[in-house]
């Protein structure tokens, strides 16, 4: 046995048994890792050399208290009424940072779009599949993983919805 045995991936280890178990492990060796944490959508695309567009942001809102999971386009804003109307509630709030890792596991910059600790619901917006491939968090700050918009929603259990803010 060698002293340095080789990484499995640079995925969070949490998330790279949640990618295997979906039967998505051939995704780990696509994982890149950076040396700088890239907390936000604009840093992950800088470091990625990809459009804003293309960096999915998994957000963790407070839906009359029960967490919600909403998938959204780097480019884009969660427009909070719409996610509101979508699921019915009487009040959208985003989740407070504990709130967030207790629900994923993971700390908010690093948060997949699946493999989370509990299930919840998932809405994502529409504007994801406008692209062949997007990137999203794959379980720490400094790690991202390349999927096709379609297979990211369906292992997410996501609804295709529009709560995007307009661009007026």
Known sequence: MSATAPRASDAHPRFAEALRELGLGDLLPRVRRFPEQTRTAQEAAAAIGCELSQICKSLIFAADGVPVLVLMDGASRVDVELVRRE???????RAKADVVRETTGYAIGGVPP????TRTRVL????????????????TPYAVFPIDPKAL?????GAV????????
């Open 161 to 168: 919805v529009d709560v995007r803010e307009s661009a007026e």
């Open 114 to 117: 699946f493999g989370h600790a």
């Open 153 to 157: 929603v369906a292992h997410a259990g």
């Open 124 to 139: 994502a917006d529409r504007s994801l599949l406008d692209h062949d491939e997007v990137w999203a968090a794959a379980g």
């Open 87 to 93: 699921l019915g509630a009487e009040k959208v709030t």
